[in-house]
């Protein structure tokens, strides 16, 4: 059996292993499996990856600046922002690539053409996405509860701002890609901020997946329409699973994740 893995802590909540299975099957791979590891130190990913003798892994929170390091080649999108979400091992050298950013901008096309946009958070994730929007020229800005975070996006010409310096405008898009409400039940931004917000009515998105984030249920409070991260991980799935197999039918495989993540 060649066996994948996600990598993340927490990771039980993962739907990975079931999305990547269900595509195996589908596509007659029956060698393969696909499992979870909870990982504390992110510093052990490397060594970790080579005693379960890996053919390629997923790395969700808080890992992916880690699996940056970990890895020999680190290409497309993710050597600029510094953040690996999949891994594959191409005879013993460990590559990686990002996946959210393309994945979640595939999504984000359903809901419909958003120009000015305002990332919650300045992780992996934040990252990920600024990178990918900025390159399709929308206007950009940038909240983040604490500072260290900022310099990579105010280096890249990108607003960012803490929730101090922050002043509240019309967006046409708001993104929680902070990892608040993952297990816990807290707003990614004061309240009070959150409030002017959302009196425009912007679209409101949360990366976080299949759990109704405090974010969430305070934007539908406010009449809002809204989107949780099942696309964003449907479609970052459909990219990692073409790297891992080199199966270029995207469609087909989007249609096999999506069917085993309803089930
Ligand atoms: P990182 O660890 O890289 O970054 C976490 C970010 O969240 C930081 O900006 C941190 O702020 C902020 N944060 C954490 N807790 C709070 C809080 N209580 N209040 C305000 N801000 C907070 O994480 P990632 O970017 O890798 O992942 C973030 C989330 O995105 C996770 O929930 C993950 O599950 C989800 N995700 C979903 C995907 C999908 O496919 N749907 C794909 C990728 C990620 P600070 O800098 O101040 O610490």
């Not at 060594?47 to 053919?55: A, G, M, Q």
């Not at 990178?131 to 105010?154: G, I």
Request: glycine fraction near 8%.
């Amino acid at each position: 059996m060649t066996l994948y893995s996600i990598f993340g802590d927490p990771v039980s909540h993962s739907f990975s292993p079931k999305i990547h299975n269900a595509c195996f099957k589908e596509f007659g791979l029956r060698h393969l499996g696909y499992t979870r590891t909870r990982l504390e130190d992110g510093s052990k990913l490397r060594e970790t990856f080579l005693d379960l003798n890996l053919k390629g892994a997923n790395v969700t929170v808080p890992h992916k600046e880690e699996a940056f390091k970990a890895c020999d080649e680190v290409r497309g999108v993710a050597k600029v922002i510094g953040a690996v979400n999949t891994v594959v091992n191409e005879n013993g050298r460990l590559i990686g690539y990002n996946t959210d950013a393309p994945g979640f901008v595939e999504s984000l096309k359903a809901h419909g053409n958003f120009q000015k946009i305002l990332i919650i958070g300045g992780g992996g994730t934040a990252k990920a996405l600024a990178t990918a929007f900025k390159d399709e020229h929308r206007d950009l800005t940038v909240v983040n509860r604490s500072k260290k975070r900022l310099d990579f996006f105010k280096e890249s010409g990108i607003k960012a701002f803490t929730w101090e310096s922050f002043k509240p405008e019309k967006f046409d898009v708001v993104i929680n890609t902070t990892s608040a409400g993952l297990e816990d039940n807290s707003l990614p931004i004061p309240e009070e901020i959150l409030e002017k917000l959302f009196e425009t009515k912007p679209f409101a998105v949360d990366v976080i997946y299949n759990k109704n984030t405090p974010f969430l249920q305070y934007a539908k409070s406010k009449d809002l329409k809204t989107a949780d991260g099942e696309g964003m991980l449907i479609w970052q799935g459909v990219l990692a699973f073409s790297y891992f197999t080199s199966i270029e039918d995207k469609q087909e495989i989007y249609k096999t994740m999506k069917e085993a993540f309803a089930l």
